[in-house]
């Protein structure tokens, strides 16, 4: 499956943006989805992620509050809402799909989604 992010741009600190990864294909509902991040200089860390039917969700503690994460499996798309931005939040951030199927949580390191888009810089100035 091919992986499409978009909704990436530059804002100001406290501003708003929507990013949005819509797949090339019917994904299944039972997949977990996530949003990574990856500044310069800097290793790519997890964002958020949200369970196939979209009934659970898991944020980093560094957008927890700030960032919303969900999904419409009818569209095969997932989005991420974030406000409040903060310059910290500047980066290129990716989406991923991950075929692993847990028990008890929802996939959240890299090595666990194997497809991936290929990324949308949001850069926010202070």
């Known amino acids: 499956v091919q992986l499409q992010a978009s909704g990436g741009g530059s804002v100001q600190t406290g501003g708003s943006l929507t990013l949005s990864c819509t797949a090339s294909?019917?994904?299944?509902?039972?997949?977990?989805m996530a949003w990574f991040r990856q500044a310069p200089g800097k290793e790519r860390e997890f964002v958020a992620t949200i369970s196939g039917p979209g009934y659970n969700t898991v944020y980093s503690d560094s957008v927890k509050g700030r960032f919303t994460i969900s999904r419409d499996n009818a569209k095969n798309t997932i989005y991420l809402q974030m406000n409040s931005l903060k310059p910290e939040d500047t980066a290129v951030y990716f989406c991923a799909q991950s075929k692993v199927i847990l028990i008890g949580r929802i996939p959240s390191a890299s090595n666990e989604y194997s497809d991936w888009g290929q990324g949308t810089l949001v850069t926010v100035s202070s």
């Open positions: 294909k019917r994904t299944l509902s039972s997949y977990a």
